[in-house]
């Protein structure tokens, strides 16, 4: 029963990968990809590599050529930003966390950056300081979609007062029955959910943790009554009606 119930983490990191396919999910800022670099006459051997290795999908060497500007304008932010996206589209969670915790010291304002340090946190498993990264980012865009980001990472970090509440607040917000999210249907695929489902069955998740089977029961089916097709509300409701059922998953 366990593994279908339980909400990780990794949730966020589909949605996060969705949302750079598809250059914006819902009204949350999507990470772009690599910024354009501003040629300069002293750069123009660097930046001429820069763009043919980005023309040919070379990110390592795209890397190295940002590294020589760097070198040559440390307090350069601009090529710092473009690093940490470099990083990012290539799955390099750690090397983009550091890079965008360094930009962020000198320019707290850009949401890119934060929304990917955020994104790599989570992939990280380092739910906390992810929390606090979106909570950041929803103080300045009270995006539904960060929001939801928020209620399930409160989830993951046991904070069942905290994701009770925001949730309530995703609830509450008209976006949340038209904006979606991207999430696990089963092991091979996922499904493109509104926030107001997703945001229900979180809350189904959660009553199930504490032991209030009626109210976990209740949440699922208000998931699956907006969103008729939500594979994995109906596979909470099954599991939690069928208990049996489950057991031989457990072998």
């Known amino acids: 029963m366990k593994r279908i119930l339980i909400v990780t983490a990794m949730i966020v990191c589909a949605i996060a990968a969705n949302a750079q396919k598809?250059?914006?999910?819902?009204?949350?800022?999507?990470?772009?990809?690599?910024?354009t670099v501003a040629p300069r006459t002293s750069n123009e051997a660097e930046v001429?590599?820069?763009?043919?290795?980005?023309?040919?999908?070379?990110?390592?060497?795209?890397r190295t050529a940002i590294y020589a500007l760097l070198i040559k304008?440390?307090?350069s932010i601009s090529y710092l930003d473009t690093l940490a996206r470099l990083y990012f589209s290539g799955g390099n969670y750690v090397q983009c966390a550091?890079?965008?915790?360094?930009?962020?010291t000198k320019d707290s304002s850009n949401l890119f950056v934060r929304e990917m340090l955020a994104i790599s946190f989570s992939s990280l498993n380092k739910n906390k300081e992810s929390l606090e990264q979106?909570?950041?980012l929803y103080a300045n865009?009270?995006?539904?979609?960060?929001?939801?980001?928020?209620?399930?990472l409160q989830y993951v970090l046991k904070r069942f007062g905290e994701c009770e509440t925001t949730c309530a607040v995703i609830l509450s917000d008209p976006k949340a029955g038209d904006q979606k999210v991207s999430i696990?249907?089963?092991?091979?695929?996922?499904?493109q959910v509104p926030i107001k489902a997703a945001t229900y069955n979180i809350r189904g998740v959660m009553f199930k943790e504490m032991n209030k089977t009626d109210e976990a029961i209740a949440s699922f089916q208000?998931?699956?009554?907006?969103?008729?097709?939500?594979?994995?509300?109906?596979?909470?409701i099954e599991a939690l009606k069928n208990p049996k059922k489950e057991a031989p998953a457990k072998k």
């Open 184 to 191: 696990s249907a089963d092991q091979n695929n996922n499904q």
């Open 98 to 104: 550091l890079t965008s915790k360094d930009y962020l």
């Open 222 to 236: 208000e998931a699956v009554k907006i969103f008729p097709e939500f594979a994995l509300a109906k596979a909470n």
């Open 48 to 62: 001429k590599i820069y763009e043919t290795a980005l023309k040919y999908g070379d990110i390592e060497v795209a």
């Open 134 to 136: 979106y909570e950041l």
């Open 22 to 35: 598809k250059g914006k999910e819902a009204d949350a800022p999507a990470t772009k990809p690599a910024a």
């Open 141 to 152: 865009t009270h995006s539904v979609f960060h929001a939801y980001q928020i209620a399930v």
């Open 73 to 75: 304008h440390p307090d």
